[in-house]
């Protein structure tokens, strides 16, 4: 039914429900906003951790680039490995989102349309990438 904003399905064992405007998710008991933007900004991404709220960091640049610099608590799965990695990256949301990481953002925003067209709705890329995390919050982490 289009325009009523009602709807409910199962998937893996988790209710998600739309109800008016927003999309949420119903787990434990609490329900959960997943209509997230598809990209966070740096300075955002360093309060939510400062907060200490729960997020997975995954580094889709390749093993030369992590080495060169990274966010502290990434996690390295090269874009190509993305798909095997699945289902790794589906359990990472039952306790939080991922934000995928990668140098510029643009690899690691086509990870995250894939992931959310694969069924991960809480996912965001980094926007501007490591590049730009250097850039405002880092700036003794090397750029390259």
Not at 56 to 82: C, F, G, K
Not at 94 to 106: A, N, P
Not at 110 to 130: F, H, M, P, T
Request: net charge positive; charged share 30%; hydrophobic share 35%.
């Amino acid at each position: 039914m289009r325009g009523t904003g009602k709807f409910i399905w199962r998937r893996n064992q988790k209710e998600w429900c739309k109800r008016g405007k927003g999309i949420t998710r119903r787990r434990n008991d609490r329900i959960l906003d997943v209509a997230l933007p598809f990209e966070i900004a740096p300075t955002e991404l360093k309060q939510r951790l400062d907060s200490g709220e729960k997020i997975h960091l995954v580094d889709v640049r390749e093993s030369v680039e992590y080495q060169i610099a990274r966010v502290t608590n990434s996690e390295l799965i090269p874009m190509a490995s993305v798909p095997g990695a699945l289902q790794k990256i589906e359990r990472m949301t039952d306790d939080g989102r991922v934000v995928v990481v990668c140098h510029h953002g643009i690899r690691s925003l086509a990870v995250v349309n894939w992931l959310r067209q694969a069924g991960v709705e809480e996912c965001q890329s980094l926007a501007g990438g490591i590049d730009r995390w250097s850039a405002e919050i880092d700036p003794t982490m090397p750029r390259y």
